[in-house]
């Protein structure tokens, strides 16, 4: 159940455990619709027996509506297999109507059952559950993972992955699966990785991988590097709170580290030869949601430092449009879990037309940080509030390496030039400390607009994709309208929604900022005072004449223009969280949304 609860920020529509017991023809299983509490209740209320093997999922609901009968485990062979699964079998249709046509009786509306019960025919048959599973999985189509447990096995738990996360914890005397390493964190931090097609079957004492065919694969274990208290709150109310008050450490050790031997700017793992990335002469970013907005602050920075030009693509769109890509397009994909499902196709798609990738990720092992030919580890710990606040900074913070690391090896920069951009980074992690100290009028203005119903933010330049994440934190959140535009957009059609009272956050540029940047938003913001909107400016410390066009005013310590973002970001994310609390929200739970989208 703790496992569970650390995994809950994957989908909290429904929960459910099975146990194996002294009964070897029966599981004993508990599941109820809603958050994990409720089936800490009912396991409270009907506990069930003892136990040493078990499976537990919490679930973000696909196919059937998040039910008691929808949650899974799912049982099969009349009780005595149970499956859990994460992902969507898209084949499942066709499976059903076989299944029921030989007189299998359905319990839920889900994809999953028909695994089940398809493992249940091949264990009938004679076959261990390891190789039902590989049997079964062979006839599967879309991304999942699956686990099975079977009562006349009484010790082993199988599980199979493909195009979803599954990773093996290793222990004394105990082995554990699961789909993100917090859920086993706290009894050992040697794990191991899967491949895709591969199915493993854990014993307490055995860990066994095969492939597709199965024959064993030898697979090398990795250690962690944090510990379970990096995946509890720390004292905060929330963990979105505590993710906040992390970003400092984040950003700090994303930077630390990062030159080689020689004095030169290094990626993390893989390999991509220099001659390769001298040559490109196109970036392709590929994320999904907040993972795009670092993308788009990254085409700013990069196409400055390295004068390569950058596209920031969604994933879920970047395929089917049939893009330009060749063995000179570096793609860069950015994904805090490294299983973003978009993503992964997205880039798989662009290594088939022969561009090389790099991943930018925070998940060791996962499978985009597998799957690309480089990669560069964001390292902000787990981060368990569903909404994206530290994995972001981290991730802005590793574009900038990225940008820096291109720079230096194709010439555009000389490496004094990187170490006074590398010196101006190792100033944020202060700075936005000193924004997470000052940060308590930003929580009261929350506070007293949290009866708002739209709010706009408007930014140009690097404040554009700020402006982006401001609203979408507040959609995620507050589940109130909000929208980001670039500010010089505003007469050209949003200016319309504009009404007395509207509040509209504006990241205004530094004055001493690229061209007369700084006097255009002030345009802005007259524009739109004229019209009646309550203007909240975050504005660079010094900028005297920013307060005279503020309803409300809130500076940001001094920064390079390009950098501005990591202290931009903070008091927006602030303002969400706090507005969100104040509506009685669940901050770290929003409504409809899971934190790793493992399905396209």
Not at 272 to 294: E, M, R, W
Not at 546 to 554: D, Q, R, V
Request: hydrophobic share 45%.
């Amino acid at each position: 159940m703790a496992g569970l609860a650390r995994l809950e920020y994957r989908g909290y529509d429904s929960a459910g455990i099975a146990v194996v017991t002294a009964d070897r023809e029966h599981l004993a299983m508990a599941k109820k619709a809603g958050k994990l509490a409720i089936l800490a209740q009912e396991l409270k209320d009907r506990p069930l027996p003892p136990g040493t093997v078990a499976i537990g999922h919490t679930r973000w609901a696909t196919h059937g509506a998040p039910t008691d009968s929808n949650a899974h485990p799912h049982m099969a062979a009349g009780g005595r297999i149970a499956i859990i699964h994460n992902g969507i079998i898209e084949n499942y249709a066709s499976l059903r109507s076989e299944l029921e046509a030989v007189g299998v009786v359905f319990s839920s509306d889900t994809d999953t059952e028909v695994a089940g019960h398809m493992i249940a025919a091949e264990v009938d048959d004679g076959k261990d559950l390891a190789q039902a599973m590989r049997d079964v999985t062979r006839r599967l189509e879309g991304a999942f993972t699956l686990l099975a447990i079977d009562a006349r096995e009484p010790q082993t738990v199988v599980g199979a992955r493909r195009n979803s996360p599954l990773v093996v914890g290793l222990g004394d005397g105990e082995n554990f699966l699961g789909s993100d390493v917090v859920a086993f964190i706290e009894y050992t931090k040697k794990a191991l990785e899967l491949g895709q097609d591969e199915v493993v079957e854990i014993t307490p004492d055995r860990v066994v991988v095969t492939d597709a065919s199965g024959a064993v694969v030898a697979r090398a274990p990795y250690t962690i590097d944090w510990d379970a208290t990096a995946a509890e709150k720390g004292g905060f109310s929330t963990f979105m709170e505590k993710e906040i008050h992390d970003e400092p450490a984040a950003v700090a050790d994303t930077l630390r580290d990062r030159f080689n031997e020689f004095g030169k700017l290094k990626l993390d793992g893989g390999l991509i030869a220099d001659t390769i990335l001298g040559s490109i002469d196109k970036i392709i970013v590929l994320a999904c949601g907040t993972s795009s907005y670092a993308g788009l602050v990254a085409k700013y920075a990069i196409e400055h430092w390295c004068r390569i030009p950058v596209e920031v693509e969604y994933s879920h769109e970047f395929r089917y449009r049939d893009p330009v890509v060749s063995v000179k397009t570096l793609v860069v994909a950015i994904s805090q879990s490294g299983e973003t499902m978009d993503t992964i196709m997205a880039m798989r798609y662009a290594q088939q037309q022969g561009a090389s990738v790099i991943a930018i990720v925070n998940v060791q092992g996962s499978t985009i940080a597998r799957e690309a030919d480089a990669v560069l580890y964001t390292r902000a710990g787990p981060e368990i509030a569903v909404a994206s606040t530290k994995a972001l900074v981290a991730q802005i913070t590793a574009t900038y390496l990225l940008g820096m690391f291109l720079a230096e090896l194709r010439g555009n920069k000389f490496p004094g030039e990187v170490r006074a951009i590398l010196e101006q980074l190792g100033e944020m992690p202060a700075k936005i400390q000193r924004v997470l100290d000052t940060a308590e009028p930003i929580r009261a203005l929350a506070r007293s607009m949290a009866g708002e119903r739209t709010i706009l933010f408007l930014g140009r330049h690097v404040g554009y994709p700020v402006a982006l994440e401001g609203a979408l934190k507040l959609k995620e959140l507050a589940y109130i309208h909000a929208e980001g535009f670039a500010a010089g957009e505003l007469k050209h059609g949003p200016i319309a929604l504009v009404e007395k009272d509207l509040p509209i956050f504006v990241i205004l540029p530094s004055p001493n900022g690229p061209g007369s940047l700084h006097s255009k938003v002030l345009s802005n913001i007259q524009e739109v005072r004229a019209r009646g909107a309550r203007t909240i400016v975050l504005a660079e410390e010094g900028d005297e004449v920013a307060a005279k066009y503020a309803s409300e005013i809130f500076y940001l310590p001094e920064a390079p223009v390009l950098l501005t973002p990591l202290l931009a970001l903070i008091p927006l994310q602030i303002f969400a969280c706090e507005l969100a609390g104040a509506k009685g929200n669940d901050v770290d739970q929003p409504r409809n949304l899971a934190k790793s989208v493992t399905v396209e």
